[in-house]
């Protein structure tokens, strides 16, 4: 794949519901990155994987919130029973190594009414 | 704690004219240093990248980028702008545990 690619592009949901965001990272990249922006605002970190290493979990908001990644491949993001305050566009990066340039993909927006 | 500061929210300028968007960071040692573009609609795209040498980086669009170590800080110049340049534009810094420390954004407008 030629980049990083995210599913869905927009998700709308009711308060209460849980919902799974997916990431492809491209391939080879040992590093992947969940990041939550939301409107107007910068990026704020959640979660970081890299390779096989126990992910860094330091940014994640709350209990809801939660990410899996197997080996160097797909991650998903999970956030349960979500609040209107989880509304925002959820970007996923990957890089070769941490502190390398991080390629993004097109983000998810998530709704949640 | 390391920090990234970008101390203007927005920057309007006009069609031609020059650009300097400011980034300061506070970091021990000599950081890696990133300005990343975000444009409407579009992901976010690496411009440039300081990790050693040469002080004055060069990056894509016409961009480039200088490392004042005295004054800790990696500003963006162009010295042209065009309309397309319009977009918000972010300065990231590594901290200790390699994750990049992202400044809040400085959202570009540009006058006809």
């Known amino acids: 794949g030629a980049g990083v690619s995210q599913s869905p592009s927009n998700k709308v949901t009711e308060k209460g519901k849980d919902v799974e965001l997916r990431c492809d990272p491209i391939?080879?990249?040992?590093?992947l990155y969940w990041y939550r922006q939301r409107l107007g605002q910068g990026l704020e970190f959640l979660i970081y994987f890299q390779g096989n290493s126990a992910p860094d979990k330091s940014g994640l908001p709350s209990d809801r919130f939660s990410a899996e990644r197997t080996g160097e491949s797909v991650s998903t993001l999970t956030i349960q029973r979500t609040q209107q305050e989880d509304s925002a566009v959820y970007l996923c990066?990957?890089?070769?190594?941490?502190?390398?340039?991080?390629?993004f993909g097109p983000g998810t927006r998530l709704t949640v009414l | 704690a390391q920090s990234v500061t970008q101390p203007d929210i927005h920057i309007t300028v006009s069609e031609g004219a020059s650009l300097e968007l400011r980034c300061n960071y506070s970091?021990?040692?000599?950081?890696?240093l990133f300005w990343y573009v975000q444009s409407p609609g579009q992901g976010l795209q690496l411009l440039l990248k300081y990790f050693s040498g040469d002080t004055l980086v060069q990056g894509i669009k016409g961009f480039e980028a200088e490392f004042k170590r005295s004054q800790s800080s990696f500003n963006l110049r162009k010295p042209s702008v065009h309309w397309s340049d319009a977009a918000e534009y972010f300065c990231a810094v590594p901290d200790s545990n390699y994750q990049l420390i992202w400044g809040a954004g400085t959202k570009l407008i540009i006058k006809p």
């Open positions: 391939s080879g990249h040992t590093a």
């Open positions: 970091y021990g040692a000599t950081p890696y």
């Open positions: 990066a990957s890089s070769l190594a941490r502190a390398d340039e991080q390629f």
